[in-house]
């Protein structure tokens, strides 16, 4: 019988990049994926003759990681774009003041200078520390941390920099944005311009490592701004499957996995699908620790309780809705230094952002949501004709079943369930609310496509409850403890069964960083 060098259950990001790194090595892989699209969260469609991102849209993480590095060679044969701009993103409060980040060092320092006495300054100084300690950094967000190599790693470098100077730089790594940017900053524009960004990461304000990662985000923005792939994200998948397949890959699409086999010795054997059984050496699963110890080994009598137990614990973060909008002309901004500006949020900074998580996480509809506003056609004109332009709007703070609004406007609809009238409904007053700085999105609209938590969750099994992170990123399931505390950076009880995904280290975004990692391993 036809046996696979490795078999992925599931088509996202990082079995793309493990099963093309794979593939061009001489093994033989197969991707199984549920749905009848590969790419996970990287999906695109067409609305009124414009493409859309429909859930992920930007690849910063992508174009600095090591996997792009291996496979940019083949990824530009496939035609791959990246389009930026000057101005990736920024941040604009209530009172319509704003701060950018942009890819200009220098004018960011004399901006923040500009609004608030030294913060440029102040500024470089914490991007700096981000970058003289980046070897550190990246090495934990980076690389299997539960490893002899790592430990000795760590080792070396405390020797080095000394028992209390790598104490203090621990204490400054793992300091909040609540505490850790006011400290830096005076100016309220450019504390609001890097507090969302945590969001973007599966973390808040309050959350330890929140301010190290703002930073590190904005570190990477200065450096390779907002990256979109040209014609649309779902165009790097087509490379991907392209690559994989002229590599003697194979990808069955619409088969379900139902099963994960097991032999008597503890040792993957294959998998099972409602349609065929497939014999592989190796398995990679990019699903969540639910669906792996729940229900593709349900039926093993080899994984332990305390796995098992973990597993049934594990937990999911808030919700998120996309709002897709297609305009018959451009966006009329307050101000048009914002018409070019990649991820524009809105929000008045590190309170609102806490405020909202909080009220998000009981259940309620946040009175003042972070609104994160993409404008995909000014970094990629090709992605619309005749004129119009498309905005990507994101709201990372959305309860996953909403029991109430905290404003009182909707608190009628709400009813512990995402309905179709309550998603319209939210949706209506987030855009009254853009209408204050985009004069004519109200007026411009020829077309609207609203993806509510509950949506999400039935596009992507992963997605649980609506979550795009693949589960809470908070200390507790972070780092050494992603995706189990009982279970060791990607390997499982089952000798050759890899979880891959989100949920594992080193967490969300489009970086492949696990997918990468299992492939050094497997090749």
């Keep these: 019988m036809n046996t696979y060098h490795t078999i992925f259950i599931g088509g996202g990001i990082n079995n793309l990049v493990c099963a093309t790194i794979l593939a061009k090595s001489g093994k033989k892989v197969l991707i199984i994926e549920r749905s009848k699209f590969l790419g996970g969260c990287i999906r695109s469609e067409e609305i009124e003759g414009c493409i859309i ?10 174009v600095t990681s090591p996997a792009y590095n291996e496979l940019k060679v083949d990824l530009d044969a496939e035609g791959i774009e990246f389009c930026t701009t000057e101005t990736p993103t920024g941040t604009i409060l209530s009172d319509k003041s704003y701060a950018l980040i942009k890819t200009d060092r220098e004018k960011n320092r004399a901006d923040y200078n500009n609004l608030s006495s030294k913060d440029g300054d102040k500024f470089r100084d914490e991007i700096g520390f981000i970058e003289q300690n980046a070897d550190f950094l990246f090495s934990f967000l980076g690389k299997e941390l539960v490893t002899f190599s790592m430990a000795k790693y760590i080792v070396k470098y405390v020797w080095k920099t000394g028992i209390k100077d790598t104490l203090d730089k621990v204490g400054a790594f793992t300091s909040n944005v609540r505490n850790d940017l006011p400290k830096h900053f005076n100016g309220k524009e450019l504390q609001a311009t890097l507090a969302p960004w945590v969001l973007h990461t599966g973390l808040s304000p309050d959350s330890p490592f929140s301010a190290t990662m703002a930073k590190i985000v904005a570190f990477t923005i200065e450096l390779v701004g907002l990256p979109m792939v040209k014609g649309g994200s779902y165009k790097i998948v087509e490379a991907f499957k392209n690559i994989i397949e002229k590599n003697g890959g194979e990808i069955q699409l619409e088969q379900d996995v139902e099963e994960i086999l097991v032999n008597t010795n503890a040792t993957v054997s294959g998998v099972k699908t ?3 059984t497939y014999n592989a050496k190796n398995v990679v699963a990019s699903i969540t620790p639910t669906q792996l110890y729940g229900r593709l080994l349900k039926f093993s009598t080899k994984i332990p309780k305390k796995v098992s137990e973990d597993a049934n614990n594990y937990k999911y973060g808030m919700g998120n809705m996309q709002i897709h909008i297609i305009m018959n002309e451009a966006p009329k901004w307050y101000d048009k230094n914002l018409s070019k500006v990649t991820y524009a949020h809105l929000s008045d900074g590190i309170n609102d952002v806490a405020e909202a998580c909080t009220q998000a996480k009981n259940q309620e509809l946040p009175a003042k949501c ?4 993409g404008q995909p056609t000014a970094t990629d004109p090709s992605r619309a004709t005749d004129g119009k ?3 990507w709007i994101q709201l990372p ?3 996953n079943f909403p029991k109430a609004d905290s404003s009182g406007e909707l608190s009628h609809l709400c009813k512990g369930e995402w309905t179709e009238e309550l998603r319209e409904a939210y949706a209506d007053k987030i855009i009254h609310r853009i209408s204050d700085y985009i004069s004519n999105i109200k007026s411009a609209t020829i077309a609207r496509k609203v993806i509510s938590p509950k949506d999400l969750s039935q596009l992507n099994i992963n997605l649980v409850n609506g979550d795009p992170y693949g589960g809470l990123c908070e200390i507790e399931q972070y780092l050494v403890f992603r995706p189990l505390k009982s279970t060791k950076n990607h390997t499982t009880p089952i000798k050759n069964l890899y979880h891959s995904g989100a949920s594992t280290h080193p967490g969300p975004g489009l970086g492949g960083g696990a997918g990468f990692l ?6």
């Design 53 to 62: 991102d429909t859930l992920s849209t930007a690849y910063p993480l992508f």
């Design 274 to 276: 409602g349609i065929k």
């Design 370 to 373: 972070t609104i994160a506003i």
């Design 389 to 391: 332009h498309v905005l």
């Design 397 to 399: 703070e959305c309860p």
């Design 518 to 523: 299992i492939a050094q391993h497997l090749k």
